[in-house]
């Protein structure tokens, strides 16, 4: 791997783990996901997934299903960014679970390039329609205290 390539992937380990950090923020009890937007090694947006604004912080019903309006992480990450004054056209995504196939055409939609995941989402049919559209998916997998990268 030349220089330049580990020194992306390093950062690219970076901030997928800030992102790990930052899904702790979500009240879900099934699965805590977080996500960062970077733009030219700045985070421009963040998110985890979770209720509405103004909704109670419950993620599950009775049942422990995941109630139909929670957000997940990109989604408000995505949003976030649209009230702002920064752009994510370019930007590169690092989310802790790869995208579902809903946050994969917002991901599409908003211009970002490249998406950094952690483990799979057991449905995979998100990461699918990012490769066809042209987006970089690179998942990095956490064995024995560091990040590796998985060929996807």
Same mark, same amino acid.
């Given at each position: ?39 030219? !090694?700045? /985070? $421009?947006?963040? +998110? ?5 604004? #103004? ?5 599950? &019903?009775?049942? *422990? ?39 994969? !055409?917002? /991901? $599409?939609?908003? +211009? ?5 995941? #952690? ?5 995979? &049919?998100?990461? *699918? ?24």
């Amino acid at each position: 791997m030349d220089v330049k390539a580990n020194k992306q992937t390093l950062l690219d380990s970076r901030y997928l783990r800030m992102a790990q950090i930052w899904a702790e923020n979500s009240y879900c009890q099934r699965r805590k996901v977080g996500a960062l937007i970077v733009k030219n !090694k700045m /985070i $421009i947006s963040d +998110g985890y997934n979770g209720t509405p604004v #103004g909704f109670e912080n419950v993620c599950e &019903d009775d049942n *422990d299903h995941t109630k139909a309006y929670v957000l997940h992480a990109e989604a408000n990450a995505i949003t976030k960014v649209a009230q702002s004054n920064n752009s994510s056209n370019g930007a590169t995504l690092y989310v802790t679970t790869s995208p579902c196939i809903e946050c994969s !055409k917002l /991901i $599409i939609q908003s +211009g970002i390039k490249r998406v950094i995941f #952690g483990e799979y989402y057991r449905i995979t &049919d998100g990461v *699918d329609l990012l490769k066809r559209a042209g987006i970089e998916c690179i998942q990095l997998e956490y064995i024995d205290g560091e990040f590796v990268e998985k060929n996807i």
